[in-house]
């Protein structure tokens, strides 16, 4: 069965760090270009950072450089989420996702074939 399967989720204070992972059956997910996106209550899917298919190269959203990390296992089958110095307003569900190219974009969630199905990220203050 091919999934990605999202773990690592959690209640953090402010200033915090969690690490997401997405892991991968069915598919060896270095094969796919893979993403995490995020969601808020009331709010649009918001891309957060990815990952090249077949390369380290991560391109990443300009509110989350400096503070977030994607990286990858590929002896694991693993991606990975570093999110450090969280703030409340990073609470939200993460999904990771995964598609078998690369472009010159990965921000957009339509591109996507491959979806997890969410982990619950919640910062207080």
């Known amino acids: 069965q091919v999934q990605l399967v999202e773990s690592g989720g959690g209640l953090v204070q402010a200033g915090g760090s969690l690490r997401l992972s997405c892991a991968a059956s069915?598919?060896?997910?270095?094969?796919?270009?893979t993403g995490w996106f995020r969601q808020a209550p009331g709010k649009e899917r918001e891309f957060v950072a990815a990952?090249?298919?077949?390369?380290?190269?991560?391109h990443y959203a300009d509110s989350m450089k400096g503070r977030f990390t994607i990286s990858r296992d590929n002896a694991k089958n693993t991606v990975y989420l570093q999110m450090n110095s969280l703030k409340p307003e990073d609470t939200a569900v993460y999904y990771c996702?995964?598609?078998?190219?690369?472009?010159?974009?990965?921000?957009?969630?339509?591109?996507?074939?491959?979806w997890g199905q969410g982990t619950q990220v919640t910062v207080s203050s």
């Open positions: 069915g598919v060896t997910i270095s094969n796919y270009a």
């Open positions: 990952i090249r298919r077949n390369s380290d190269m991560t």
């Open positions: 996702a995964g598609r078998q190219y690369n472009a010159a974009t990965y921000y957009r969630s339509d591109e996507y074939t491959l």
